[in-house]
């Protein structure tokens, strides 16, 4: 039976410098899980992961995995839906282990590193094996034009979920979709953890006056994160309110015309985009200057956020859309609207605008319920207790170790 | 979950008669009603079976891939149910050696602690 102190982990993960928010998270989560178990890095090339990381734990290069695997009482992969999965992917499919799905659907890593690189056929195969002959129908549909990437309603993560030995994700919601469409495979729930949001305010370095409320978003603008419905309600909002204005910091995705909206919205220089913000510090420095973050997204893929998460982190308050993880923030911390409810999300950001002592209020709230729920020990102890469970379940331990 | 979908191949496996068409101006619709009845004499019954035949064997073309379909999407489940089945034996090595360590560690110190003593 493996019990925690014993444990050794392999560790599969994008890694700083990776522009990445799953390295940065590896990067936090990794001292508080170090202090629990054994922990190998492997990467595909050990010298390109950040200085930091390779003098404070042993680096191995991921060809060296297949030989040295015996030493390991399992092996985590840390799996997103961006490209900087595909190693990941790779080793989790050719060597399963305990994965990680920081988003439950993988729709868009999955066509991107098929359909985008011309292998229709594994985009084929991947639809076929989700979804039996409908999803090889659907895939030649989908090459001839007759219909979209079913992106959010197909997952597309069966494979990946059927090879691993047991799952973990980072809210109940996710959860329960495992339990659903998976229901022979253990999956457990480990907190998203949310770090270092000690920052300061930016606000000098913003031609703003000093009374003005800060309206904010942050991290890759897409079309799933609405920045759209956020910056119509925010032009709403200004008629009542002159004083309001919006940052947005963040690369606008190609599915996002942002100057468009911009110059149809009418907002001139009331709002600004930073643009992509490379350093964390910066980052987290922007969410402080913040009054009120606003962190829609819809449709969900099951996806835990790690900027409302951070924002939170701050003790900012925060706007999300009330459906999926969104859903599972106390209700007294997150200001939660209906899904694409734009009256409800106008009035939402106007009783926030209007208010300091409720965003004050909200905002202590959001920062004690981080630093209870989402500290890298909290989130540390959930990944050594899961991967203990799923690991003496597999070896016909009992699965209380 | 989107719904399901008619087979794209299926669709376009039946091949029918098409209708005679001329674009010359004035005289088109003559033309393509002289080929109509020419058609109608010289080569319509020589056609349809011909037809007949043709989609008969695209029926059973698109069937027989479906089959193949099928069965590469079964050999696939069962393949990654193997490797599931696989890296689950791994971890039950891992651990027997693991453990064989443990006890070789715990056999030697009880060794010493007899040639000790």
Known sequence: MVDRRRLHLAYFSPLPPARSGIADYSAALLPA????????????????????????????????????RWEHDATLYQMGNSTHHEDVYRMARRYPGVVVFHDVGLHHFVAHRTVGRGDYAGYVREMGYSLGLDGVHQAWAIRYGEMAHPLT????????????????????????????????????????????????????????????????????????????????????????????????????QRDVNLEALLTELDLGEDVICTGYVAELEAFVDWINTADVVVNLRYPTVGETSGTALRALGAGRPVVVYDHGWYAELPDDVAVKVPPQDHEALLAAMRR????????????????????????????????VGAIVRIVNRVTGESPHA | MAGKTHDWLEEKAEIEERPFRSETAVV???IARFREMWNSV???????????????????????LHDHDSRLIEQDREQTGAAHDMAALSAQVAQANRRLADLEAEVERLQAKLDSG
């Open chain 1, 352 to 383: 926030l605008a209007e208010h300091p002592e409720e965003r004050r209020q909200r905002g202590e709230r959001a920062r004690a319920y981080v630093a209870r729920q989402h500290s890298p020990e909290q989130a540390a102890g959930a990944y």
């Open chain 1, 153 to 252: 309603d197909v997952p597309l993560n069966d494979r990946l979920v059927d090879l691993s030995l047991g799952v973990l994700v980072h809210s109940r919601y996710a959860q329960q979709m495992m339990n659903r469409d998976h229901p022979e495979r253990p999956a457990y729930v480990v907190p998203h953890l949310c770090f270092d949001n000690a920052g300061r305010s930016r606000r000098h370095e913003l031609p703003w006056p000093e009374e003005a409320v800060i309206f904010a978003s942050f991290g890759q603008i897409t079309a799933a994160k609405r920045i759209e419905d956020a910056l119509h309600a925010f032009a709403r909002l200004r008629r009542s309110i002159p004083e309001a204005r919006y940052l947005i910091a963040g690369e606008a």
């Open chain 2, 42 to 64: 010289a080569t319509k019954w020589y056609v349809r079976p011909l037809l007949q035949q043709q989609n008969n064997f695209n029926r059973l073309v698109v069937e027989r």
């Open chain 1, 33 to 68: 899980l170090a202090q629990q178990a054994e922990v190998t890095l492997y990467a595909p090339d050990p010298d390109a992961v950040s200085p930091p990381l390779r003098q404070t734990y042993r680096v191995r290069p991921a060809a060296a995995y297949a030989g040295e």
């Open chain 2, 28 to 30: 088109g619709p003559l």
